[in-house]
């Protein structure tokens, strides 16, 4: 989500042309307070008033329930507040909405279903995004029928979900992670993403936003600086460079929901949140310079032109040996060729091409005593 920063010193004004009534709207430059030709509403701590495309918006980004909810203007230019929306008007007051303060609460007014030891959502949840979910995937509405079905499917999804049950707390805390993914998905169906890519949120509270720049992922924030930008990608994203040398994969297949470390790599370091190309460069480089190495198929490889498999590889073009020897040959390239390399650490690559060169020494070593022992016996004719 991207906040976009008032002027220090001015407020946002705009002119809201859909409605029959033209009224000025500003935001007050903290985000604390909304005002709509002299009428003024002021946001509790843990809400931040912004404006965007025309709309204000009422933004959370606290620990325990995030959300950025659109709130429209009514034909008489006042705020249409949203009925089912996580906070609630009254007076000039805008407030987070207490949706019970316990689970039994929830159960009771069917927001909740228990199943054995554990719970489900409900269609009934008082979640302004999973609320919009629905309006989504109905017919009828503004997504084209692929997109009504991405929406269904991400509603199916999450009523799967089971939240536990061996506490208040893990409870009330596996539906604050829920509420952050609705939010993403929600976002996520509007922009197009793909289905996979939101199938990447669903399972690990995963957003990049801001062109690339900013990561959040299981409730951690990652900046990426000058050079650097996040990509997704299916069951996995990139950290990568803008210049297009170098990417590193960070798979999620092993990431247990609610939990996330960044792994290490030999491009980049993690300071204070923020992801920095390293500023030394080193015999990753080198090879890939020299076309030694390359990124393939979301995977870093040896090519042909890596020096020490090239007698391998001009064994497998010999005409001197016989058309099985020179498969082999090719075969013992391909094996070097197909290895994954690992690019954490300088010192991990200079240890995985070690044991490469000696895997590459002993298969030269065999295609010489194939090259100098005597040729196979002809086998008997076929009469």
């Known amino acids: 989500m991207h906040l976009r920063q008032p002027a220090a010193a001015a407020t946002f004004l705009l ?38 495309d025309g709309r204000v918006h009422v933004v959370s980004v606290g620990p325990d329930s995030g959300f950025d909810v659109a709130v429209p203007f009514g034909p008489d ?10 906070f609630e008007v009254t007076g000039g007051t805008i407030r987070l909405l207490d949706k019970g303060g316990s689970v039994a609460a929830l159960v009771e007014s ?8 554990h719970f489900h959502l409900t269609s009934r949840y008082a979640n ?19 997109r009504r079905q991405l929406a269904a499917s991400v509603l199916a ?3 799967d979900e089971r939240l536990p049950g061996k506490s208040e707390q893990a409870t009330l805390a596996a539906l604050r992670r829920l509420d952050s993914v609705m ?19 669903l399972g690990h509270d995963l957003e990049i936003s801001e062109g690339g720049r900013k990561l959040e992922i299981e409730g951690q924030r990652f900046r990426a600086a000058e050079g650097v930008r996040f990509v997704y990608d299916a069951g996995h994203f990139h950290v990568e460079s ?35 190309a390293r500023p030394t460069l080193g015999l990753w480089q080198t090879l890939a310079e020299s076309h030694q190495l390359r990124f393939t198929n979301d995977h870093w490889h040896l090519t042909e032109a890596y020096r020490p498999v090239r007698p391998l590889l001009i064994a497998a073009e010999d005409k001197k040996l016989s058309e099985g020897q020179r498969d082999r040959a090719r ?13 954490t650490s300088e010192q991990e690559l200079q240890s995985q091409l070690a044991a490469l060169d000696q895997l590459i020494a002993r298969l030269i070593a065999e295609t010489e005593r194939e090259r100098r022992s005597p040729p196979a016996p002809p086998g008997p004719k076929r009469r």
């Open 77 to 86: 230019g006042r705020p249409a507040w949203p009925a089912r929306a996580p």
């Open 110 to 117: 069917r927001q909740l279903h228990t199943h054995a030891e």
């Open 242 to 276: 803008t210049a297009g040398t170098w990417v590193q994969v960070v798979q999620l297949d092993a990431v247990d929901p609610g939990s996330f470390e960044l792994p290490p790599s030999i491009f980049y370091e993690l300071k204070d949140g923020v992801i920095e």
């Open 157 to 159: 999804e999450l009523l």
């Open 128 to 146: 302004a995004d999973w609320q919009a979910l629905y309006a989504l995937r109905a017919e009828g509405s503004a997504l084209d029928p692929v």
């Open 183 to 201: 939010a993403k998905a929600h976002r996520a169906v509007l922009s197009g993403q793909s289905g996979q890519e939101v199938l990447g949120i």
């Open 331 to 343: 075969g013992r390239a391909l094996e070097v060729l197909r290895v994954r390399l690992d690019l």
């Open 15 to 52: 002119l809201l042309s859909s409605c029959a009534l033209v009224r000025p709207v500003r935001v007050s430059p903290d985000g604390r307070e909304l005002e709509v030709d002299g009428e003024r509403w002021r946001a509790q701590d843990g809400l931040t008033l912004f404006e965007r």
